[in-house]
């Protein structure tokens, strides 16, 4: 069942506007890149993404780009009273063959100290290291500050979609 839903999967993907599956690296594939537009004054902001593994078992180990002065994986777990709390992790896994997804209340790329808000329409380039693959080099585009995703997920995305 697993197999046949990554299989579907992939098809869905394959199926999208070739655009969406220009950032390729070895076995990696990165969708949807986004980012957040940061709220006023904030020093923090937050970048998501998926990335599908066609290939043997990899990790992702850093990302860097220069819009902030430290670039780290975080997730996000529950503490005892039940509060969202976000930490940093050495590596972010992605297995054989599987989908990994950086999204919001998940996984997700910490830009620490920016040196200047993430103003929505814009983008950043943004650079992911992964152990097997090596680096990939994007242009990240800025969503609205409550942006969920880039494109609507699995449906055709055209352009940007409005969330607020
Ligand atoms: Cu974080």
């Known amino acids: 069942m697993k197999r046949l839903t990554c299989a579907l999967a992939a098809m869905i993907l394959a199926a999208l506007p070739a655009a969406a599956a220009d950032i390729m690296v070895g076995d990696i594939m990165i969708f949807e890149p986004f980012a957040r537009a ?6 923090n902001g937050a970048a998501f993404l998926t990335i ?50 950086l999204q919001p209340g998940g996984l997700h790329v910490m830009l620490m100290g920016l040196k200047a808000p993430l103003k929505q329409g814009d983008s950043f380039p943004l650079t992911l290291r992964f152990e097997n693959a090596g680096d990939v080099s994007f242009d990240i585009p800025v969503m609205g500050p409550g942006a969920k995703g880039s494109g609507g997920g699995m449906q055709h995305g055209h352009g940007m979609k409005k969330t607020n």
């Open 38 to 43: 940061s709220a006023g004054r904030a020093k």
């Open 52 to 101: 599908t593994n066609k290939g043997g078992a990899d990790r992702l180990l850093a990302a860097s780009t220069d819009v902030s002065t430290k670039t780290e994986l975080h997730t996000h777990t529950m503490d005892a009273e039940g509060v969202a709390r976000m930490r940093q992790v050495e590596h972010i896994d992605v297995p054989a063959g599987e989908t990994v997804m």
